[in-house]
């Protein structure tokens, strides 16, 4: 079966966990929603409406005035949401208001006025040549008047410390070999920005360095086809489990994950775009 499509996100997902990728895309299991996972969603959508205003206008008075409609948005999009503080209005305002610290933070290290983007929430595919589909959304891509491309990625979270610096890069450098394949020129700088701990990390990459991406994207698919096709999902046991919502199924901490699907092959190398990116998702 010819190879179809992959996400930062889930290729992230496999990288820490094959059954964690599993659970995912295979069994669609529910995750609850976590305030911090919701607020970046909202946050993320403030910050893409604020360049809708003109220069001059993109204050963070305006950005705080769009929190509560963009907020009311996601919940119209997904009603399930709304019991998420069950329906304690003292717990939202505090939320609002922690979001609201993310949008300053956020001022302090950028000016909007400054920057006009060329596309935010950008979704963006190629095709390699062995029919591996690329596919993500990025949050906003600028391009200098010399044609130099900048691609930023919010993230609503703390800065990582060194040691795992290298993740968050992976996200970017995947981004950059999409563009790089869409557009024929390698981004000139990949730019994450931490709103939890105002910090933002820069990266120039190298064509050299996108062409090892892709090589390295390549044998992830393949180790996610070989999983597919042998149904052997391992567990990988890390610190992250305390935060998974399926460590009750997991066999590394006693549990039993159901019964994979007859289809779960065709789930994996025929899985629709909605299974594999979703804006706003994955941002803290």
């Known amino acids: 079966m010819a190879p179809t499509a992959l ?6 997902d496999f990288m820490q966990c094959p059954l964690l990728y599993r659970f995912r895309v ?33 204050s963070l008075d305006a950005a705080r005035g769009l929190l509560p409609s963009q907020w009311e948005r996601v919940q119209a999009e997904a009603p399930e949401l709304s019991a998420l503080f069950d329906g304690d209005g003292e717990a939202v305002a505090e939320w609002l208001t922690s979001a609201e610290d993310l949008l300053a933070r956020w001022f302090e290290l950028e000016d909007p006025n400054r920057l006009e983007p060329s596309d935010r929430e950008l979704y963006v595919e190629t095709v390699l040549d062995d029919g591996l589909v690329l596919r993500g959304y990025v949050d906003r891509v600028d391009v200098a008047p010399d044609g130099r491309v900048r691609v930023v990625d919010y993230k609503t979270g703390r800065a990582p410390r060194e040691a795992f610096e290298a993740k968050a890069l992976f996200q970017m450098k ?22 939890g701990s105002g910090e933002i990390l820069r990266y120039a990459p190298e064509e050299a360095e996108l062409t090892a991406t892709e090589r390295k994207v390549r044998a992830l698919w393949a180790a996610i086809a070989r999983a597919a096709e042998t149904g052997d999902w391992r567990a990988s046991p890390s610190r992250l489990c305390d935060w998974c919502d399926h460590r009750p199924l ?30 706003g998702l994955d941002e803290e």
Request: hydrophobic share 45%; glycine share 8%.
């Open 26 to 58: 295979v069994d669609r299991l529910p995750e609850a929603p976590s305030p911090a996972a919701v607020r970046g969603t909202v946050v993320h959508a403030v910050l893409e409406r604020l360049f809708d205003l003109p220069r001059g206008n993109r």
């Open 250 to 279: 997991c066999p590394a901490w006693g549990g039993t994950p159901p019964p994979l699907p007859d289809n779960a092959t065709e789930l994996v190398l025929g899985e629709p775009a909605s299974a594999l990116a979703v804006p």
């Open 7 to 12: 996400s930062p996100s889930r290729a992230g």
């Open 174 to 195: 995947f981004y950059a070999l999409v563009l790089w394949r869409l557009r024929g020129a390698v981004p000139a700088m990949l730019q994450l920005v931490y709103l």
